[in-house]
């Protein structure tokens, strides 16, 4: 039974999934590197906070990582050390690099430390409410020993594959939702040049096959509203971006359409600078068509 677990990672996601864990009964010692990010966590939602990654794992059965990127994952394991023991389950919940998360599977292997990918999606609001859907990768054995931990964060698991399978499917879930994103507001770009109201255009979609996550929960709530407050970053998406393109190359799979979506992410990430939301991504359309979405229809 896994009972106390080090979460790394108090950010957007992992400060309202660790707070699950805490309201499930599970012994949570959060870590973060943003000092006294930790601390606040600890003293607003509960648990202990850890000064450091090495502090947060000793006594620990597994460690829930959520990070941006491997490279940042790959540094946490670093600073845990020694102090991450023989027995240990790391779940890895970023949405990370399969091909990474494989070399820090491996690498653990050897010191008895077993690790599964879980990245998930929702984003912040499901994450509050602990229906997140998880995707899993990793050896069966494992999985099942994660499961309890995570059914107090997600309603939907799947067992997808071996290790960076979750992360796999994860991009390519992302690849899509940013496809989906981009030509959604360069129609409503045309349609408000046509002379459309784009508010009322996306009640439309809404009720039409050209339907999508972007459609129901960002164009009028963070675009048309003009506040690009989402809760998951520009560069983030960008990174999701690249990781599907990194599994495109290394499966041989032709995917123009897919390497245009990502440059033109990676394009808003240059323009925009650091720190946007992703529904800012829309001022990149924008600007290339030299019309602002919403005009005096903002919706709020
Ligand atoms: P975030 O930037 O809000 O949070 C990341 C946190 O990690 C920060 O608080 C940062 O200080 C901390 N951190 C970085 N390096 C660290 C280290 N070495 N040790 C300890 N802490 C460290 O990011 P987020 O939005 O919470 O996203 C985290 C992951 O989840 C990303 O891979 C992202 O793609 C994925 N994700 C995000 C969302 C979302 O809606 N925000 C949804 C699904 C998946």
């Given at each position: 039974?896994?009972s106390?677990?080090?979460f790394?990672g108090?950010?957007?996601?992992?400060?309202?999934m660790a707070a699950r864990?805490?309201?499930?009964?599970?012994?949570?010692?959060?870590?973060d590197?943003?000092?006294d990010?930790?601390?606040?966590?600890?003293?607003?939602?509960g648990?202990?906070?850890?000064?450091d990654?090495?502090?947060?794992?000793r006594?620990?059965n597994?460690v829930?990582t959520?990070?941006p990127?491997?490279?940042?994952v790959?540094e946490?394991v670093t600073a845990?050390?020694?102090?991450l023991?023989?027995g240990?389950?790391?779940?890895?919940?970023s949405?990370?690099?399969p091909?990474?998360t494989?070399?820090?599977?491996?690498?653990?292997?050897?010191?008895?430390?077993?690790v599964?990918?879980?990245?998930?999606?929702?984003?912040v609001?499901?994450?509050k409410?602990?229906?997140?859907?998880?995707?899993l990768?990793?050896?069966?054995?494992?999985?099942?020993r994660?499961?309890p931990?995570l059914?107090a964060?997600g309603?939907?698991?799947?067992?997808?594959?071996?290790?960076?399978?979750?992360?796999?499917?994860?991009?390519?879930?992302?690849?899509?939702?940013?496809?989906?994103?981009l030509?959604?507001i360069?129609?409503?770009?045309?349609g408000?040049?046509?002379g459309?109201?784009?508010a009322?255009?996306v009640d439309?979609l809404?009720a039409s096959?050209?339907?999508n996550s972007?459609?129901q929960?960002?164009?009028?709530?963070?675009?048309?509203s003009?506040r690009?407050?989402?809760g998951f970053g520009l560069?983030l998406?960008?990174?999701d971006?690249?990781?599907?393109m990194e599994?495109?190359?290394?499966t041989a799979t032709?995917?123009p359409f897919a390497?245009l979506?990502?440059?033109m992410?990676?394009?808003?990430?240059?323009?925009?600078?650091?720190?946007?939301?992703?529904?800012?991504?829309?001022q990149?359309?924008e600007r290339?068509a030299?019309?602002?979405l919403?005009?005096?229809?903002?919706?709020?």
């Open positions: 039974m896994l106390r677990i080090a790394i108090i950010g957007n996601m992992g400060w309202p864990l805490v309201g499930a009964g599970f012994e949570v010692v959060a870590c590197a943003v000092p990010r930790a601390g606040r966590f600890a003293g607003e939602v648990g202990e906070a850890a000064a990654a090495a502090a947060a794992v006594g620990a597994a829930i959520i990070l990127t491997s490279k940042h790959a946490a845990m050390g020694d102090a023991a023989s240990t389950l790391l779940i890895e919940m949405s990370g690099s091909t990474a494989r070399g820090i599977a491996e690498s653990l292997a050897g010191r008895g430390v077993a599964i990918d879980a990245p998930v999606s929702g984003g609001p499901k994450a409410t602990g229906e997140l859907a998880i995707m990768g990793g050896e069966a054995a494992a999985v099942a994660a499961e931990v059914r964060m309603t939907s698991l799947t067992h997808v594959g071996g290790v960076g399978a979750g992360q796999a499917m994860k991009a390519l879930n992302n690849l899509m939702g940013a496809a989906g994103f030509i959604g360069e129609a409503l770009l045309i408000q040049r046509f459309l109201d784009p009322l255009m439309v809404n096959t050209g339907m972007s459609t929960r960002k164009f009028k709530q963070f675009v048309l003009r690009f407050d989402a560069e998406m960008a990174k971006c690249s990781v599907a599994v495109a190359r290394d032709p995917a390497a979506c990502r440059e992410w990676a394009s808003a990430v240059a323009l925009l600078g650091p720190g946007q939301d992703h529904t800012a991504m829309a990149l359309s290339l030299g019309e602002t919403g005009g005096g229809n903002r919706v709020a």
